[in-house]
């Protein structure tokens, strides 16, 4: 084992077992929402530990919010750092400027929302974590803008996706897996989730974390984002462009383009894996795939007893990923 290996292992387990002292604590849910705007959003985001902290973006996926990381900020401020756990676009308080634009959420979009939030807080350099959307917002944002993103802890790993070229049929299995996905693509699925948001985002939820036992309270938190009068829009349009049956941003052209080159990120990166992910448990050793697309991994960690949702099943992962990934970036 070489001495930086060491370190970095020591300084996990240090920071591990502080993250465990801490998550064993009952968490206090954010409640204050700040709002902050940009050319096509205004956005809302839950804001803990000291404005002078070095910032961290934390972003959710599908169907969740910011309450994802109610149990990651604190520790996160504990350790001396700014965490923002920031509502996407179509999610929470989170709303369109302009009442007549079309409600996007492409994966271009969704990462220039992130470099669009940093410049309305005047945040030169931060680091990332995400899952699902918000996965694919980190990797987005760090792939294309190396010179703000210091690091990144990458649930799933690298997520861009080709939205250029179709791609050839997956396994039965695989397809099977992305019933959701198929169902958004008629409008059938797109009433289907306007008039029962909750149930169908609820099921989502077991189905994709058949460990976690969640409770309704828990639950309950979170589907009020749904409620968010973009939220259909927003949600139908990622999943039909993603499958090439719904138009992107003309001016996001040149950057999917950009992302469909599979663009490697290159900053320092954990990649975090739910063990019990209903879309699958990978190898725990780094491929060489991996290596390719994230040349400054660090660490590839399997999160077990967590399944898709691993910030809520898990946040002291999650910080203990962000903390070990921000000393090495140093």
């Known amino acids: 084992m070489n001495r930086r290996r060491f370190i970095l292992g020591t300084t996990g387990l240090i920071a591990a077992a502080s993250c465990e002292r801490l998550a064993a604590q009952p968490r206090a849910s954010a409640t204050v929402v700040k709002t902050v705007r940009t050319s096509v959003l205004e956005i809302g985001y839950?804001?803990?530990?000291?404005?002078?902290?070095?910032?961290?973006?934390?972003?959710?996926?599908?169907?969740?919010?910011?309450?994802?990381?109610?149990?990651?900020?604190?520790?996160?401020?504990?350790?001396?750092?700014?965490?923002?756990?920031?509502?996407?676009?179509?999610?929470?308080?989170?709303?369109?400027?302009?009442?007549?634009?079309?409600r996007t959420a492409e994966q271009a979009a969704i990462g220039q929302d992130v470099i669009d939030f940093a410049d309305a807080l005047a945040?030169?350099?931060?680091?990332?974590?995400?899952?699902?959307?918000?996965?694919?917002?980190?990797?987005?944002?760090?792939?294309?803008?190396?010179?703000?993103?210091?690091?990144?802890?990458?649930?799933?790993?690298?997520?861009?996706?080709?939205?250029?070229?179709?791609?050839?049929?997956?396994?039965?299995?695989?397809?099977?897996?992305?019933?959701?996905?198929?169902?958004?693509?008629?409008?059938?699925g797109r009433a289907g989730l306007e008039q029962n948001r909750r149930?169908?985002?609820?099921?989502?939820?077991?189905?994709?974390?058949?460990t976690w036992r969640f409770s309704e309270e828990l639950f309950d938190l979170t589907a009020r984002s749904f409620d968010n009068p973009d939220f259909v829009g927003c949600v139908i349009h990622s999943y039909r462009h993603r499958n090439f049956n719904a138009p992107g941003e003309p001016r996001f052209l040149e950057t999917e383009k950009q992302l469909a080159a599979r663009p490697p990120i290159p900053v320092s990166v954990i990649s975090l894996h739910g063990g019990d992910d209903a879309f699958g448990r990978p190898a725990p050793a780094i491929t060489a795939a991996e290596r390719t697309t994230m040349p400054r991994i660090v660490d590839k960690r399997i999160?077990?007893?967590?399944?898709?949702?691993?910030?809520?099943?898990?946040?002291?992962?999650?910080?203990?990923?962000?903390?070990?990934?921000?000393?090495?970036?140093?």
């Open 199 to 210: 149930g169908l985002c609820e099921l989502l939820w077991r189905e994709w974390s058949p």
């Open 123 to 188: 945040l030169p350099r931060f680091a990332v974590a995400g899952f699902d959307w918000g996965g694919r917002a980190a990797c987005v944002a760090s792939a294309l803008h190396p010179d703000r993103v210091r690091a990144a802890v990458l649930v799933s790993g690298y997520t861009i996706q080709n939205t250029v070229t179709p791609p050839r049929a997956g396994a039965p299995e695989a397809a099977r897996r992305l019933w959701y996905q198929w169902y958004f693509n008629t409008e059938a």
């Open 46 to 102: 839950h804001e803990s530990g000291d404005a002078a902290g070095f910032p961290v973006i934390l972003l959710h996926g599908f169907p969740d919010d910011a309450h994802a990381y109610d149990g990651v900020s604190p520790l996160l401020a504990n350790a001396g750092y700014r965490a923002l756990a920031v509502y996407l676009r179509g999610f929470g308080p989170t709303r369109f400027l302009d009442p007549a634009v079309a």
């Open 303 to 330: 999160v077990e007893g967590a399944g898709h949702f691993v910030p809520h099943e898990k946040p002291e992962a999650v910080a203990s990923a962000l903390l070990d990934v921000l000393n090495a970036s140093k």
